[in-house]
C-alpha cells in the first residue's frame, strides 16, 4: 500500500473512532428521550410514533438527497447535517431547562432531524468509499458494523447510568460534547478527497435526482438485489426482526429479564459477526454469500418458533443477527465496488430508498396479523389449532410463533432459490461497472 493509501486509511479510521463515540451521545439520548416520553404518555403508541417520526422522513427523502451528496462537497454535507443535529439537541435542552418541554417538541425536532440523517448517511458511505483503498473496503464495513453494535449495547447502559446521575439534560450535555469533538476533527484534521463528479458541470438538480433509478434499471443485477432486499426487509419486520417482543413476552408471561437476554444475544451477534468480517480475508464470490447468509437469518425464526427455551432463543438470535452482520458487510463492499464513484451517492439513495420502503407497512401489518388473525386462531379450540400446538404451544405467543415458522422456511426458500438465478452472476465478474455514456444516467441533451 502507497504512502496515500495509508494517510486515507488512517483518515478513515480516525473519522470512524470520532463517528462512534457521536454516535454513542446520540443513542444515549435517544434512549433517554424514550424513556422521557413513556413516563409523560404512559403508552406504547407515544414511542412508536416518536419512532415513526424519526424513521419515515429519511427513507422518502433519502432519495433526494443522492442527488445533492453526488452534487456537493461529502465533508461540507457532513458537517452541516452534523451541525444542525446538534441544534435539535441543543433546542431539548433549553426546552427542558425551562420546563417547557412537550412531546409533540420532540416529534418535530425528531421529524426535522430525520432529514439531516437522510443527508448524513449517504454522505458518509460515499466519504468511506473514497478514504477506504479498496481491497480494506470490507474490513472499514466490518469497523462500521462492529462500532454500531458496540453503540446498541453501551447506549441503554451508560445512558441509564447518566439519567440517574444527572436527568435528561445531562444525557443531552454529553450528547452535546461528543459532537463538538467529532465535528471539530473532521473540520480540521481530516481531508475528504473530491469524486470527478464534483468538478464538472453540475446538471439540472430535477435530471440528476432521478439519476440512480435509471442506473438501477440499466443495471439488471443491482435493481434485481435491490428488491429482494425489500422483500426480505418486508418479511423480517413480519418476524422476528419486529415481532419478537411480543412473542418473547407472551412466552414468558411478559419477563422483561428474558426479552432483555435475547436482545442482548442480538446486540452481540452483530458485534461478532462485524469483527468476523473484518478480519477475514474478503471472499471472491460475494453474491452466494450473501443469498446463504440471509437463507441462514432466517433458519433463527425456525428455531424460536419451535421452543420455549430462552437459551434457544439468545443462540438462534447470536447467530442470525451474526450472519446478517456478514451479508451487510459483503454487501456494502459489492456497491463499493460495482457503483462508479460519481453515481454512489445517487445509486445508495434510491437503493436505500426501495429496499426500505417496505419496512413501515411490514410493522404495521405484522402488529394486526398477530393480533387479529394468528394470536386468536392458536387461542381456538379446532382439530388444527390441536394440531400446530404439538409444535408451537398453546396461550399467549403461539400465534407469533406460527408466523415466525412460516416466515422462516418462506425467507429461507427465497433466498437459497436465488442462487439458480443467472442475472447475479455478473456482478461477480466484473470489478465495477462502468458508466460509458454517464449522460443516460445524469440526463443531458
Request: hydrophobic residues 50%; aromatic residues 10%.
Given at each position: 500500500?502507497n504512502?496515500?493509501?495509508?494517510?486515507?486509511?488512517y483518515?478513515?479510521?480516525?473519522?470512524?473512532?470520532?463517528q462512534?463515540?457521536?454516535?454513542?451521545?446520540?443513542?444515549?439520548?435517544?434512549?433517554?428521550i424514550?424513556?422521557?416520553?413513556?413516563s409523560?404518555?404512559?403508552?406504547?403508541?407515544?414511542?412508536?410514533?416518536?419512532?415513526?417520526?424519526?424513521?419515515?422522513?429519511?427513507?422518502f427523502?433519502?432519495?433526494?438527497?443522492?442527488?445533492?451528496?453526488?452534487?456537493?462537497?461529502?465533508?461540507?454535507?457532513?458537517?452541516?447535517?452534523?451541525?444542525?443535529?446538534?441544534?435539535?439537541?441543543?433546542?431539548?435542552?433549553?426546552?427542558h431547562s425551562?420546563d417547557?418541554l412537550q412531546?409533540?417538541?420532540?416529534?418535530?425536532?425528531?421529524?426535522?432531524?430525520?432529514?439531516?440523517?437522510a443527508?448524513?448517511?449517504?454522505?458518509?458511505?460515499?466519504?468511506?468509499?473514497?478514504l477506504?483503498?479498496?481491497?480494506?473496503?470490507s474490513?472499514?464495513?466490518?469497523?462500521?458494523?462492529?462500532?454500531?453494535?458496540?453503540?446498541?449495547?453501551?447506549?441503554?447502559?451508560?445512558?441509564a447510568?447518566?439519567?440517574?446521575?444527572?436527568?435528561?439534560?445531562?444525557?443531552?450535555?454529553?450528547?452535546?460534547?461528543?459532537?463538538?469533538?467529532?465535528?471539530?476533527?473532521l473540520?480540521?484534521?481530516?481531508?475528504?478527497?473530491?469524486?470527478?463528479?464534483?468538478?464538472?458541470?453540475?446538471?439540472?438538480?430535477?435530471?440528476?435526482?432521478?439519476?440512480?433509478?435509471?442506473?438501477?434499471?440499466?443495471?439488471?443485477?443491482?435493481l434485481?438485489i435491490?428488491?429482494?432486499?425489500?422483500?426480505?426487509n418486508?418479511?423480517?419486520?413480519?418476524?422476528?426482526?419486529?415481532?419478537?417482543?411480543?412473542?418473547?413476552?407472551?412466552?414468558?408471561?411478559?419477563?422483561?429479564?428474558?426479552?432483555?437476554?435475547v436482545?442482548?444475544?442480538?446486540?452481540?451477534?452483530v458485534?461478532?459477526?462485524?469483527?468476523?468480517?473484518?478480519?477475514?480475508?474478503?471472499?471472491?464470490?460475494?453474491?452466494?454469500?450473501i443469498?446463504?447468509?440471509?437463507?441462514?437469518?432466517?433458519?433463527?425464526?425456525?428455531?424460536?418458533?419451535?421452543?420455549?427455551?430462552?437459551?434457544?432463543?439468545?443462540?438462534?438470535?447470536?447467530?442470525?443477527?451474526?450472519?446478517?452482520?456478514?451479508?451487510?458487510?459483503?454487501?456494502?463492499?459489492?456497491?463499493?465496488?460495482?457503483?462508479?464513484?460519481?453515481?454512489q451517492?445517487?445509486?445508495?439513495?434510491?437503493?436505500?430508498?426501495?429496499?426500505n420502503?417496505t419496512?413501515?407497512?411490514?410493522?404495521?401489518?405484522?402488529?394486526?396479523?398477530?393480533?387479529?388473525?394468528?394470536?386468536?386462531?392458536?387461542?381456538?379450540d379446532?382439530p388444527?389449532?390441536?394440531a400446530?400446538s404439538?409444535?408451537?404451544?398453546?396461550g399467549?405467543?403461539a400465534?407469533?410463533g406460527?408466523?415466525?415458522?412460516?416466515?422462516?422456511?418462506?425467507?429461507?426458500?427465497?433466498?437459497f432459490?436465488r442462487?439458480?438465478?443467472?442475472?447475479?452472476?455478473?456482478?461477480?465478474?466484473?470489478?465495477?461497472?462502468?458508466?460509458t455514456?454517464?449522460?443516460?444516467?445524469?440526463?443531458?441533451?
Amino acid at each position: 500500500m502507497n504512502k496515500l493509501s495509508n494517510k486515507q486509511l488512517y483518515s478513515f479510521l480516525l473519522l470512524w473512532g470520532l463517528q462512534t463515540v457521536s454516535q454513542l451521545g446520540t443513542a444515549m439520548t435517544d434512549y433517554a428521550i424514550i424513556i422521557w416520553v413513556y413516563s409523560r404518555k404512559g403508552t406504547a403508541s407515544g414511542v412508536t410514533l416518536l419512532t415513526v417520526c424519526t424513521f419515515l422522513p429519511t427513507i422518502f427523502f433519502r432519495f433526494l438527497a443522492g442527488s445533492v451528496v453526488d452534487r456537493l462537497n461529502k465533508k461540507r454535507i457532513m458537517l452541516i447535517a452534523d451541525l444542525l443535529a446538534a441544534c435539535g439537541t441543543l433546542v431539548v435542552f433549553v426546552l427542558h431547562s425551562a420546563d417547557v418541554l412537550q412531546i409533540w417538541h420532540l416529534y418535530v425536532i425528531n421529524f426535522l432531524l430525520s432529514l439531516m440523517n437522510a443527508l448524513q448517511e449517504p454522505a458518509s458511505f460515499v466519504a468511506v468509499s473514497l478514504l477506504v483503498p479498496k481491497e480494506h473496503y470490507s474490513r472499514a464495513g466490518g469497523l462500521q458494523g462492529f462500532s454500531g453494535a458496540a453503540v446498541s449495547i453501551l447506549a441503554p447502559a451508560l445512558g441509564a447510568l447518566l439519567l440517574a446521575s444527572g436527568g435528561l439534560n445531562l444525557v443531552l450535555l454529553v450528547d452535546l460534547s461528543t459532537f463538538a469533538v467529532a465535528f471539530l476533527v473532521l473540520l480540521f484534521l481530516i481531508r475528504i478527497p473530491e469524486t470527478e463528479r464534483q468538478k464538472t458541470e453540475k446538471e439540472p438538480f430535477s435530471e440528476t435526482c432521478l439519476a440512480g433509478i435509471r442506473y438501477l434499471k440499466e443495471h439488471t443485477a443491482i435493481l434485481r438485489i435491490t428488491l429482494f432486499l425489500a422483500v426480505i426487509n418486508f418479511m423480517a419486520k413480519l418476524g422476528n426482526d419486529g415481532m419478537l417482543s411480543p412473542f418473547i413476552l407472551g412466552r414468558t408471561g411478559n419477563n422483561q429479564s428474558v426479552l432483555g437476554m435475547v436482545e442482548s444475544f442480538t446486540a452481540l451477534g452483530v458485534l461478532s459477526g462485524s469483527l468476523l468480517a473484518t478480519l477475514m480475508k474478503p471472499v471472491k464470490k460475494r453474491v452466494p454469500l450473501i443469498f446463504i447468509t440471509t437463507g441462514l437469518v432466517f433458519s433463527g425464526n425456525f428455531i424460536q418458533s419451535l421452543t420455549r427455551q430462552p437459551w434457544l432463543w439468545c443462540a438462534a438470535a447470536f447467530g442470525s443477527y451474526l450472519l446478517a452482520a456478514i451479508m451487510n458487510v459483503n454487501l456494502d463492499t459489492l456497491m463499493r465496488e460495482k457503483v462508479p464513484m460519481e453515481m454512489q451517492g445517487r445509486v445508495f439513495s434510491a437503493k436505500s430508498t426501495l429496499q426500505n420502503f417496505t419496512i413501515p407497512p411490514a410493522l404495521l401489518l405484522g402488529g394486526l396479523l398477530a393480533d387479529t388473525v394468528f394470536e386468536p386462531f392458536m387461542m381456538t379450540d379446532s382439530p388444527a389449532q390441536q394440531a400446530l400446538s404439538r409444535l408451537f404451544g398453546a396461550g399467549k405467543g403461539a400465534g407469533i410463533g406460527l408466523m415466525f415458522f412460516i416466515i422462516g422456511v418462506a425467507g429461507m426458500l427465497i433466498s437459497f432459490t436465488r442462487l439458480r438465478k443467472p442475472v447475479y452472476r455478473e456482478l461477480d465478474q466484473a470489478e465495477t461497472i462502468q458508466t460509458t455514456d454517464e449522460d443516460k444516467y445524469e440526463g443531458n441533451d
